[in-house]
């Protein structure tokens, strides 16, 4: 039975609602509502004018309708008496297509109908950086090799240690926090779950980490590539599939101990990888992280091609240990919602169609991967990207009404990018 959310309201002290719910483009939406009009809220929803936000809709639809998921109740670590609520969007009484979240409730109830449960956890990366997101907010943080840097993680600990915090308050269990590759770059890290709260949980700890940030006067940025020089931000997903209690990826018998069914999954993604693209690196700016020279430390740590590996970090998808895998090509701009589905997606139709992955490539991409004959490369910009999402047949048939509506906006995307003109063109082609 759902929870109560006037009840819950009196209980915890709640005086509002934040009733969210994540666009197209991953922006959040919110109405305030009191916690006296709660029960109402929930019944009817909490309208918007779609067309005001990144959904593709006009402004002679109806009203769209954001119903509250009571069980994603959040209040908000930083002031109590506010609780986020993730809502699924309606219009004229009938779900919304293109809505994330609803599209990845559909898809995971496909799967539930086949008796599986995709469970995943996600490593968000973001920079820590001056209001005007010109730097890195430390200055102290200069050095060439900064990962896992004691002294720079240490100072900002007043920031991720209120964020680690929350996340326990919150019972998501935080395990791990370090200072990443880039100078104000960090990483943290909470456990895994089912794709639905993974993906809820993901929403919401990104507008934590902004909203904890700026109480102390930073500003946290989940851009993909901020600084030309430094390594870029990704959100590595690391994905089971379960049959009940079991882990339908575990085979102890196997070199890197997944089973069939995981190996199919994982060809899935390679078989879909140049579409996934427009879906798991959704902007102009992806493609800098995706497509960079080597930065100040020596690698980028995203992958440039479409390989998998075991423990290798440098492919687009690592096998670290048994019963689960790293997808690694997603970075930090993408859409928790449709980071879940396209993975979701992708990997069942590799099952059902038993996709070969191919080989297993245990090499250095970064240094031999040009040896490597037959490898498929990732799109070099998100043009290619978007025409290579319109020409799935896989993820236009499994995700839908969704493909269009995204296309048509990101395509809008492109053309305002490509109305920019750069410095760097002016500089190198004026006396041409």
């Not at 090799?145 to 002294?151: E, F, G, L, T």
Request: negative net charge; glycine residues 8%; charged residues 20%.
């Amino acid at each position: 039975m759902p929870l109560d959310l006037e009840v819950a309201a009196r209980e915890r002290g709640i005086r509002y609602f934040l009733v969210s719910y994540t666009d197209l483009f991953g922006t959040q939406r919110a109405k305030l509502v009191p916690a006296a009009a709660i029960a109402g809220t929930c019944r009817n929803g909490a309208g918007f004018a779609g067309f005001a936000t990144w959904l593709d809709m006009s402004p002679a639809d109806p009203d769209l309708v954001a119903v509250p998921d009571p069980d994603g109740l959040i209040a908000l670590p930083w002031k109590p008496e506010v609780g986020w609520l993730p809502a699924d969007l309606v219009m004229a009484g009938r779900p919304v297509a293109q809505g994330p979240r609803n599209l990845l409730k559909r898809l995971i109830a496909e799967a539930a109908r086949d008796g599986l449960q995709m469970k995943t956890g996600v490593e968000c990366e973001f920079f820590l950086i001056t209001p005007d997101g010109t730097a890195p907010a430390d200055t102290a943080d200069r050095q060439v090799k900064p990962c896992y840097d004691q002294s720079a993680l240490m100072r900002r600990y007043d920031v991720v240690s209120e964020i680690s915090d929350a996340m326990l308050a919150l019972g998501w269990n935080p395990y791990q926090t370090d200072h990443e590759d880039a100078n104000g770059q960090f990483e943290m890290n909470w456990e895994y779950d089912d794709a639905l709260v993974t993906a809820d949980r993901h929403a919401f700890f990104k507008y934590m980490a902004r909203s904890i940030a700026e109480t102390h006067g930073l500003r946290a940025t989940f851009m993909p590539k901020p600084f030309a020089d430094l390594t870029g931000s990704g959100c590595h997903a690391h994905v089971s599939l379960w049959r009940g209690p079991e882990n339908a990826f575990a085979d102890r018998t196997d070199a890197v101990g997944l089973s069939q069914d995981g190996h199919h999954f994982i060809g899935g993604l390679i078989h879909s990888a140049e579409a996934l693209a427009a879906i798991t690196n959704p902007c102009v700016n992806s493609y800098k992280r995706l497509n960079a020279p080597r930065t100040a430390s020596g690698a980028t740590w995203a992958p440039n091609a479409v390989t998998y590996a075991g423990d290798n970090r440098t492919h687009m998808i690592r096998i670290p240990g048994g019963g689960r895998f790293e997808f690694r090509l997603a970075d930090g701009a993408v859409n928790p919602y449709l980071l879940q589905a396209a993975i979701l997606a992708a990997g069942l139709d590799g099952m059902r169609h038993r996709r070969d992955p191919g080989p297993r490539l245990d090499l250095d991409m970064y240094t031999h991967g040009h040896t490597v004959e037959g490898v498929k490369r990732l799109p070099l910009n998100l043009l290619d990207a978007l025409r290579a999402l319109e020409a799935s047949p896989v993820l236009n048939e499994a995700l839908g009404a969704f493909v269009p509506s995204y296309l048509k906006l990101k395509r809008q995307e492109w053309d305002a990018y490509c109305r920019h003109l750069t410095q760097w063109e002016r500089d190198t082609t004026l006396d041409c």
